[in-house]
């Protein structure tokens, strides 16, 4: 047996000591007579906290043993299904149950009463661990850019430790199967240590199962152990937005022009936009390492518009603050002026308060899809895709070119 296999076997004996307890009190509550789907049906029932951690770590291990499977090595993490599980770890308990050395047997109020208060504390901790992934994922778009695998690529290419930690920071604002996948690789093949850490922390805010790959032993080379730390500062963002490829890789389908006032407000909006299969740029969620509030300066304007040239289209999210902001009429300013697709999400703002000049743009709606109100209902989708088409048109119009396509 190798060193990896004896290191799981470790931990998989450690992680079987959870269930110990939390088996012998579904023992107590057993029947005189039972089966083992009985039996493991009360325990993922009374206990769906661990029930819920069980099928993910099986997953998890499951999949990284496939993959060695995959390229020919041998079997190397055998980590039981979730039923089987709860069966090795109460073998001896169940077997000691069918033996008929019981001390009682509890009356059907008795066991009733027990379950309500194991069911009570397992659901609080459920919630517990589900409030920590709402917490992890708030500043986070739940949806993949068509940029990712850009980044990846480029991640696994660059020798360059500073570029690798903003592809981590970058892909870190963002969650999809592939991007789990990613981090997941960063810890399995990076060698520096700091940037395992990294991953660490993204996957673990997650509640997904993370092992993380110790120092290499042995001759180590000098950025093994390096601590790679990026400045961070509108000023320094600006340069990269000039002269770095990734930065030039970047594309988003929304900016979400408002107030930070309305942040509550905004996280729910870009989070029905994410599911709804669209990328949004919003200051403080996609630059939140260098736009901060109390750096903000005459870079951050060029910031902003560099940002909102790589959206396909503005979108203003109009409510009592917006009103009262500087910046959403200078940016949407300067999305008209570019020729930027343009439309006004309202937001318990009453149409009488509403300035003419935000009258003029196209409404959004969303119910159980995004539309556009652009003199009759239009899907998001359709609307873009017509608007880019008019004016792609009246560009060639005044050029004088033939719009026709030809092959």
Known sequence: MGGTARQFNKMYMDYK???????????????????????????????????????????????????????????????????????????????????????????????????????????????????????????????????????????????????????????????????????????????????????????????????????????????????????????????????DELEKLKEFDVFISHNSLDEDKIITFYKALNRNGYVAYIDWVNDKFDLKRQWCNVSTVQVIKERIKQSNVFIIFLSETTLKSQWCPWELGYADALGKKICVFQYGLDNENVPHFYKSYPRVYMDETLWVDDGERVEFEVWMKLRRNKQYGKENETHGNDTRCHK
């Open 17 to 243: 000591k959870k269930f110990k307890k939390p088996i012998q009190q579904v023992a107590t509550l057993m029947p005189a007579e039972f089966t083992d789907e009985y039996f493991v049906d009360t325990f993922a029932c009374l206990y769906p906290n661990l029930w819920s951690d069980l099928e993910k770590q099986y997953q998890y291990w499951h999949k990284r043993n496939s993959t060695l499977i995959k390229y020919g090595k041998k079997s190397r993490y055998d980590f039981r299904k979730p039923f089987n599980f709860i069966l090795d770890c109460s073998f001896h308990c169940r077997k000691k149950l069918r033996s008929g050395e019981r001390d009682n047997i509890l009356s059907e109020e008795e066991r009733k009463e027990i379950e309500d208060k194991i069911i009570m504390k397992s659901e609080a901790k459920l919630k517990k661990q589900e409030e920590k992934i709402q917490k992890a994922l708030y500043y986070v778009q739940e949806i993949e850019p068509k940029y990712a695998s850009k980044f990846v690529d480029k991640y696994f290419k660059t020798h360059d430790l500073h570029e690798k930690l903003e592809i981590i920071r970058e892909l870190s604002k963002y969650k999809s199967e592939n991007i789990i996948e990613f981090f997941y690789k960063v810890n399995a093949c990076t060698r520096n240590f700091s940037l395992k850490q990294e991953s660490m922390r993204y996957i673990q805010g997650m509640q997904l199962p993370f092992v993380l790959r110790r120092k290499k032993k042995g001759k180590k080379n000098f950025i093994d152990n390096e601590k790679v730390k990026n400045e961070s500062s509108p000023e320094i963002l600006m340069k990269r937005l000039y002269v």
